[in-house]
């Protein structure tokens, strides 16, 4: 018997240090599920291309900006960024092993082959909250989508990244002027307090109006310099 149109196939399975992530097929849609949470599909991809784009057009015209991408996905920033030559250094940080593997190798290789094999593309496997607090590279634009927003997170852990202390990382990592770009699916006013608080400037949010319900959003801020 074969599967209905309308019936998600599970394409792969994983337990992680994170929980269970899984790809599945429904219909010609590629969606990938984390602990049962629906993160996002290959519908559309609107909403990551503005991420990429409302960071560069909020930096000073450098040359050559830099960027530190939040979450691999199914690669719609990653894609848009490496389709665009004004970006320099793109790093993706990514935390299952499933997802970069599904992209190398697997049915989401599709859609990045060629951003993956662009010499300025680097994938980095880690826990996006640990990155920030650790590294010592700097970036000129940070795009992060590894939630379904600020306040509604995949797991716990990634709470952190949205409070002070999270936000002032992100500040760390960005150079003066740089931009912080964060991917929501609802508005948060709350967040845009908190970027405030912690000495963000040019905070706004952009709204992507999606076929049903609220609009996808993108909030932005500037650190100061």
Not at 50 to 58: E, H, I, P
Not at 101 to 118: I, S
Not at 125 to 145: K, R
Not at 204 to 209: L, N
Request: proline share 7%.
């Amino acid at each position: 018997m074969t599967a209905s149109y309308d019936t998600p196939v599970v394409l792969d399975r994983r337990e992680g240090p994170y929980g269970e992530v899984v790809l599945r097929r429904h219909g010609a849609l590629l969606q990938i599920i984390a602990n049962g949470c629906f993160l996002m599909d290959t519908s559309d991809g609107r909403s990551e291309r503005l991420l990429v784009d409302a960071a560069l057009a909020a930096l000073d015209g450098r040359p050559a900006p830099d960027v530190l991408i939040g979450g691999l996905g199914v690669g719609f920033s990653l894609a848009h960024a490496a389709a665009d030559p004004r970006w320099g250094r793109i790093t993706v940080v990514e935390r299952e092993r499933a997802v970069v593997d599904w992209h190398r190798r697997g049915p989401l290789a599709v859609l990045t082959a060629e951003a993956l094999a662009d010499p300025r593309t680097e994938v980095v496997e880690s826990d996006l909250v640990h990155y920030v607090n650790e590294t010592s590279a700097t970036f000129d634009a940070l795009c992060l989508d590894i939630d379904n927003g600020p306040g509604w997170t995949v797991t716990e852990g990634n709470e952190g990244l949205y409070a002070p202390a999270g936000l002032a990382s992100c500040a760390r990592v960005l150079r003066p002027g740089g931009v912080l770009a964060v991917w929501s699916a609802q508005p948060s006013p709350d967040f845009e307090g908190s970027l405030r608080n912690v000495g963000f400037q040019q905070v706004r949010t952009e709204e992507i109006p999606v076929a049903r319900g609220v609009p996808d959003v993108v909030h932005l801020a500037v650190r100061p310099g």
